[in-house]
């Protein structure tokens, strides 16, 4: 009679356990769904010169990067890229900010200007007649795990055809 109160009590241990595994591992996801970065731009403003213009900016950036997570994002650098659309070889990274960590409801002000002697440098260096411009955000998630957000913004092929690349939303992350 006591072998089977040990099955018994063996069999409700094991479903306890199996039930707390399910519920940590289902806690685990809601958790990290809470927890994750939401960096959003706001008033963002992107303004191309033209090629033939050579005295105003080829591009003029103006943004802020709020937090609107739970907790502090720790951003290891905002850059803007610019250079060929696809590949990465071939593109100049401008660094705008260094490290920095955004309370939750935090704005930080983002502005950068890039001149057509930099494009032109840029094409000469990479045997390139485009010019694309993406901003580029290092940020740590909440495990540590650093991670890229890309936003293309605005590009110029030739010598004279402005690309608008049209960002969907004002989500980074």
Same mark, same amino acid.
């Given at each position: &009679?006591?072998?089977?109160?040990?099955?018994?009590?063996?069999? #409700?241990? #094991?479903?306890? #356990?199996?039930? /707390?595994?399910?519920?940590?591992?289902?806690?685990?996801?809601?958790?990290?769904?809470?927890? &994750?970065?939401?960096?959003?731009?706001?008033?963002?403003?992107?303004?191309? !010169?033209?090629?033939?213009?050579?005295?105003?900016? /080829?591009?003029?950036?103006? /943004?802020?990067?709020?937090?609107?997570?739970?907790?502090?994002?720790?951003?290891?650098?905002?850059?803007?890229?610019? !250079?060929?659309?696809?590949?990465?070889?071939?593109?100049?990274?401008?660094?705008?900010?260094?490290?920095?960590?955004?309370?939750?409801?935090?704005?930080?002000?983002?502005?950068?200007?890039?001149?057509?002697?930099?494009?032109?440098? &840029?094409?000469?260096?990479?045997?390139?007649?485009?010019?694309?411009?993406?901003?580029?955000?290092?940020?740590?998630?909440?495990? !540590?795990?650093?991670?890229?957000?890309?936003?293309?913004?605005?590009?110029?092929? !030739?010598?004279?055809?402005?690309?608008?690349?049209?960002?969907?939303?004002?989500?980074?992350?």
């Amino acid at each position: &009679m006591t072998i089977y109160f040990s099955i018994a009590s063996l069999v #409700i241990s #094991i479903i306890s #356990i199996t039930i /707390a595994i399910i519920s940590f591992r289902r806690t685990k996801i809601f958790q990290d769904y809470e927890y &994750m970065p939401r960096l959003q731009l706001l008033d963002e403003k992107v303004v191309g !010169g033209t090629p033939s213009g050579k005295n105003s900016p /080829a591009l003029t950036y103006n /943004a802020k990067v709020e937090n609107r997570g739970l907790k502090p994002i720790k951003i290891d650098s905002l850059n803007m890229d610019y !250079g060929d659309k696809t590949d990465q070889r071939k593109r100049v990274s401008r660094h705008i900010e260094g490290e920095i960590f955004v309370s939750p409801g935090q704005c930080h002000p983002v502005s950068v200007i890039v001149t057509w002697d930099d494009v032109d440098e &840029m094409k000469k260096r990479f045997n390139i007649n485009d010019c694309h411009f993406t901003l580029k955000t290092l940020y740590h998630s909440p495990d !540590g795990e650093v991670k890229i957000s890309l936003r293309p913004l605005i590009g110029f092929t !030739g010598p004279s055809s402005i690309v608008s690349h049209v960002p969907k939303g004002n989500c980074l992350t």
